[in-house]
């Protein structure tokens, strides 16, 4: 009898400090009406100079876990997507393992931008899937604000700190019922870290020019959002062979609201059935979907039997979807 992969509890955690549309017009040439009528976002969570990205992992793990019922010891693997790890090396995964202390699991991190966590669940799928691994913890998690440069008005306004996790196992019913990742490598470099690499390592020079930050053309990823997040939906419910009037939620990436928009209105989902916390958190990269996530499942919109959509679009340039029955 074959494996089928789900997902057994989910969890997140973001940063106590808010920094609204208003605390940013006193350090940066930008208003709240310019913010929110481009982006929908009033608010977003940073991260004090002491919080790393692994400290939010941990925070969302530990919820996940117990959403689970699966212990630290019952981990048979850790995958942390993630654009802002805590060192080079070691892995972020590597960190959180050891303060978990989930000796029993391998560890490692997935570097796909904001599509992180959807590329990272559907690695932990094909091990529960293959019988290789029973318990996987699959980790999105950011402290973005860590890399923005705040005299950028059009990058430092998008971004906020936070992570997501879930746990995925075998499930009786329902679960991940088909995937759908791409990318466009030939797209990097409308949004990319220059520097800190080993294309151009760290220097005197590239920190004065402040290319250790985001960069971000913003008209170039928009056009490609708008048509990516709906395409790949799309093609991720025709692979589970669901009709498009039989999805129930859909779990965008939370980037802007007009592509979040505009996605719904392709799929013909009425705004209830679309989950936004952009508003709130602002685009929290890999945290983005799972943070979403959790707040659906924990709230009650996302019940036992729904059709779920996670889909997401990221820095790469990368894609992905995934078809969920819960």
Known sequence: MSIRAGFLGTGSCLPEK????????????TNDEWIRTRTGISSRR?????????DLAYGASLKAMEAAGVTAEELDMIIVATITPDNSFPSTAC???????AVNASAFDVSAACSGFVYASTVAMQFVESGAAKNILVVGAETLSKILDFTDRNTCVLFGD???AAIIGPV???GIVAMELG????????LSQPAGGSRMPATKETVDNRLHYIKMDGS??????????????????????WNMDELDYLVPHQANIRIINSAGKKLKLPADRVHVNLDKFGNTSAGSVPIALDEAVRSGKIKKGDKVVL???GGGLTWGALAVEF
């Open 95 to 101: 960190t959180l393992q050891d303060k978990l202390g």
């Open 183 to 190: 990318a466009k490598g030939s797209g990097g470099k409308f």
């Open 172 to 174: 009786e019913s329902g």
């Open 18 to 29: 808010e920094v609204t549309n208003f605390d940013l017009e006193k350090i940066v040439d």
């Open 46 to 54: 940073i991260a004090d100079d002491q919080t790393a990205t692994s």
């Open 311 to 313: 889909v997401a679009f």
């Open 162 to 164: 936070g992570a997501g």
């Open 220 to 241: 170039e990823v928009f056009k490609f959002a708008v048509r990516i997040m709906a395409s790949s939906s799309q093609k991720v419910i025709e692979k589970a062979g």
